[in-house]
């Protein structure tokens, strides 16, 4: 069975064991904004292959470059940023191409 990374699947004690961190840091980083598990009708957090992919990041942000929450928060925005300004560079070269030859 193939899964999609935004599938969420992992309950949030398994999530902090897969990531290394306790429980109560993902509630935290969720009340700062830097994850948004989805949420069953009980109100349990799920976590998907990507929320544990962007913990690893916030860990790594923190523990190895010893960034800070606020600067964290910083970085993981620019990096969204980014990634969707290369989209949008990519889409613009594709349509930039199909008017050249169209004009050829």
């Known amino acids: 069975m193939i899964f999609d990374d935004n599938e ?5 004690s398994i999530a902090a064991r897969m990531v290394g961190l ?3 840091s993902l509630r935290y980083y969720e009340k700062m904004g ?3 598990p989805a949420r069953s009708q009980g109100r349990v957090r799920f976590y998907s292959q990507r929320d544990i992919e ?3 990041q916030i860990k790594t942000l923190m523990n190895d470059l010893g960034i800070n929450l606020a ?3 910083v970085v993981l925005r620019l990096t969204e940023k980014i990634s969707e300004l290369e ?3 990519e889409e613009l070269q594709l349509e930039l191409s199909r008017y050249r030859q169209a004009q050829a």
């Not at 969420?8 to 949030?12: A, K, S």
């Open 71 to 73: 600067g964290v928060e």
């Open 34 to 36: 830097l994850i948004e």
């Open 54 to 56: 962007r913990l690893r």
């Open 8 to 12: 969420p699947c992992y309950v949030i």
């Open 22 to 24: 306790h429980a109560q």
């Open 87 to 89: 989209r949008q560079i």
